[in-house]
C-alpha cells in the first residue's frame, strides 16, 4: 500500500523528471514548420510559452506521434474561440499593433498537471502566413515518467 501511495506524490522526484524546453529563436518560412519538442517517453506537457510576430502560426500537437495531430489552431483561430483546442491555451497577450502574440499552456489553464502523452510525442508550430513569421521565444517545460518506474 506504501508503494501505491508513493507513486500517487506527483511529480515525485524518484518516478518523475523534469525537462526543460528551450528553443532558439527563429525564424518561420511560410508552409515551413518549426520543431519544439520530439519526445519519447511518458509525461505531460506541464507548462509552455510561445511568443509570436504573427497570430497565424500554427501550433501543432501530436501526443502519440501516431500521425493523428491532436492539437493544430492558429493563435488568431485559438483567439476566436473557434479553435479545438481552445480549452488548453491560454492567450495572454493578442496585440495587432505591436504585433506580439503570446500563448501559454499552463496548469491552470487546463485543471490537470498539464497535457498528457504517452509512448512519443512531438510539438511544432507551422507558419500559415505568406511572409515570415519571427519566434523570438519558446520556453517550457516537460514532466516525464523515468525510464524503469
Known amino acids: 500500500m506504501e508503494e501505491l501511495s508513493d507513486l500517487m506524490k506527483f511529480p515525485s522526484e524518484e518516478y518523475w523528471e523534469w525537462k526543460p524546453i528551450v528553443k532558439e529563436p527563429g525564424l518561420i518560412a511560410p508552409g515551413s514548420t518549426y520543431g519544439i ?3 519519447k517517453g511518458c509525461g505531460y506537457f506541464f507548462y509552455c510559452l510561445i511568443v509570436s510576430t ?7 500537437i501530436d501526443m502519440y506521434a501516431d500521425g493523428v495531430i491532436e492539437v ?8 476566436q474561440g473557434g479553435a ?20 501559454e499552456i499552463a496548469p491552470g489553464v487546463t485543471g490537470f498537471p498539464g497535457i498528457p502523452f504517452r509512448g512519443y510525442n512531438k510539438m511544432w508550430l507551422e507558419n500559415t502566413a505568406k511572409t ?18
Open 37 to 39: 519538442v520530439d519526445e
Open 54 to 60: 504573427s497570430p497565424d502560426v500554427k501550433i501543432c
Open 72 to 79: 493544430k489552431d492558429t493563435i488568431k483561430e485559438l483567439e
Open 84 to 103: 479545438s483546442a481552445s480549452s488548453i491555451f491560454k492567450i495572454c497577450r493578442y496585440d495587432d499593433f505591436t504585433p506580439i502574440y503570446v500563448v
Open 132 to 149: 515570415p513569421i519571427y519566434v523570438p521565444v519558446v520556453t517550457g517545460w516537460l514532466i516525464k515518467l523515468k525510464e524503469g518506474s
